[in-house]
Nanobody, 120 residues
Framework: QVQLVESGGGLVQSGGSLRLSCVASGSIGSINHMGWYRQVLGKQRELVAG???????NYLDFVKGRFTISRDGAKNTVYLQMNSLKPEDTAVYYC??????????????WGQGTQVTVSS
């Protein structure tokens, strides 16, 4: 079993910054991919940023140059630094991690979600 706990959401004015964190715990062997997704009510969940075990990253075009994803492998933690926030960034943000348990089983887990609200 693997658990993900997110933190760092909140209310911020347009142009402001927030930093999201997501910590994984449990029977983790290795984590191959960490990602941040977001979802607005009535719309599909979309990938905001992802990072592989090797540090390769990819971003949603709308957030390129404003958001930065990073990871601390030793702490099983992924971060999302969000700068120059816009009202359109308002959503529930979810972290996702995929990897292998200590028993060599694949896992794919989601965090509980954290609300990010950007006021204009």
């Amino acid at each position: 079993q693997v658990q993900l706990v997110e933190s760092g959401g909140g209310l911020v004015q347009s142009g402001g910054s927030l930093r999201l964190s997501c910590v994984a715990s449990g029977s983790i062997g290795s984590i191959n991919h960490m990602g941040w997704y977001r979802q607005v009510l009535g719309k599909q969940r979309e990938l905001v940023a992802g990072i592989t075990r090797d540090g390769d990253t990819n971003y949603l075009d709308f957030v390129k140059g404003r958001f930065t994803i990073s990871r601390d492998g030793a702490k099983n933690t992924v971060y999302l630094q969000m700068n120059s926030l816009k009202p359109e960034d308002t959503a529930v943000y979810y972290c996702n991690m995929r990897g292998i348990t200590v028993w060599n089983h694949r896992f794919d887990y989601w965090g509980q979600g954290t609300q990010v609200t950007v006021s204009s």
